[in-house]
């Protein structure tokens, strides 16, 4: 497969998904939320870069996200949501991770009417960060999570214009929020996609099953993935081993390949 297979996995409790990852050759994307990151230990991450190593598995990184927004008006909001990234990206150094995804923090129905300045605040905040990127040799990832269409994800892409900035697109996300087709996003993002979030619903809530669970069509999904990304990071956000298993399976059944 040309795309590296990752697997979710909160950090200090991927135990139950590192055994299956080792044994399969899976890849891990480590979330941390910012509970995780103030009680860190350094010498547990210094074990598990150890382990992935020898193993010769990559990891990727899911940045926390709750109460944060990097656009955010207030001020304080933004300085909250930068010492978070700050935490994520002292973690990198040791771990060295491929991508970092992060989300954007927007929603139309809180910034509709202060779209431009939520945009130039996000361009300003990442910018800090995106040397820090391209120093550790990894790329941050934006990730959509309320958009509707791809436009203030574009603008905010077009602004920080940097080969370190790029897009997380996640099809389950998509699937419950969107006003357009997989086609028109993929149009607009597509050439900004370094990294796909998997995982499968009916349209009404983040249900993350496996694919082919839910209503979501794969086949055209796979298939414009593998045009407009096709080295992208492929990531099953799945939450217990079996339904990563299960998740598995139905990825093979689509693409006719071995994950």
Not at 39 to 68: C, I, Q, R, S
Not at 183 to 204: A, C, M, P, T
Request: aromatic share 10%; glycine share 8%.
């Amino acid at each position: 497969m040309s795309h590296s297979l990752h697997a979710h996995a909160p950090f200090g409790r991927q135990s139950g998904q590192l055994e299956y990852c080792l044994a399969n050759g899976i890849n891990l994307e480590l979330f941390f939320s910012g509970e995780t990151l103030d009680a860190l230990d350094v010498t547990a991450v210094d074990e598990l870069a150890v382990t992935l190593k020898a193993a010769g598995l990559a990891t990727t990184f899911h940045a926390p996200f709750m109460d944060l927004n990097p656009g955010a008006l207030d001020a304080g909001i933004r300085a909250a949501s930068r010492r978070r990234i700050q935490q994520v990206f002292q973690v990198a150094e040791r771990l060295r991770p491929k991508v970092i995804v992060v989300h954007p923090g927007y929603d139309d129905l809180h910034y509709g009417e202060t779209r431009s300045l939520w945009v130039k605040n996000s361009i300003e905040f990442w910018q800090e960060f995106v040397p820090c990127a391209r120093e550790l040799g990894t790329i941050l990832a934006i990730e959509n999570i309320y958009e509707k269409e791809p436009s203030t994800l574009k603008a905010l892409l077009d602004g920080v214009a940097d080969p370190c900035f790029r897009h997380c697109f996640d099809v389950g996300h998509w699937n419950m929020f969107t006003t357009v087709s997989l086609e028109e996003w993929f149009r607009e993002l597509g050439s900004y996609i370094v990294e796909s979030h998997i995982h499968d619903n009916h349209g009404q809530r983040d249900e993350h099953l496996p694919v082919g669970e839910g209503d979501i069509d794969f086949p055209r999904f796979f298939a414009l993935l593998k045009k407009y990304a096709p080295s992208a990071v492929w990531t099953i956000e799945a939450h217990s081993r079996e339904l990563l298993l299960r998740a598995r399976e139905g990825i093979g059944q689509f693409i006719g390949d071995g994950v």
